[in-house]
């Protein structure tokens, strides 16, 4: 049997969503207590957080940064493992700068989720993301 793919693309358009609100709150429930998050731009030095801590407070820090409003835009799910109760799934990102009067392209790149079933939910236990360019 194989997971539920519309439930794990729910939970990473939940993590997008909650990104982008700013619902902080939200989007440490969608971890587990032992997840990682890996982020790097192309080329450059990988950032690595342990913990819905402390990976949402590298989040949190990013957005007390940068005050614009973005956009995580997550497509082409594409499953490499999956099982009734876990799941590793790449995907595209595009981020999006919401401007007055336009909308521009501020990065792309490609996430590699690591997401199980505990406790009834499905929760990402690893995310890493590598990004095209920097923002």
């Known amino acids: 049997m194989t997971a539920p793919r519309y439930l794990i693309e729910e939970l990473l358009g939940r993590y997008a969503w909650a990104h982008d609100e700013r619902d902080f709150d939200a989007l440490a429930e969608l971890f587990t207590e032992d997840a990682r998050y890996e982020m790097r731009v192309k080329g450059g030095e990988s950032h690595e957080q342990v913990g819905p801590v402390a990976i949402v407070g590298q989040i949190r820090e990013f957005k007390e940064r940068y005050t614009e409003q973005r956009r995580h835009v997550i497509t082409n799910f594409r499953y490499d493992e999956e099982t ?51 923002f």
């Open 84 to 134: 009734e109760d876990r799941a590793v799934v790449r995907s595209y990102l595009t981020v999006l700068h919401i401007g007055a009067d336009r909308i521009d392209v501020v990065t792309a790149g490609i996430y590699r989720d690591e997401v199980v079933l505990r406790d009834g939910r499905w929760r990402i236990v690893a995310k890493s993301l590598e990004l095209e360019h920097g």
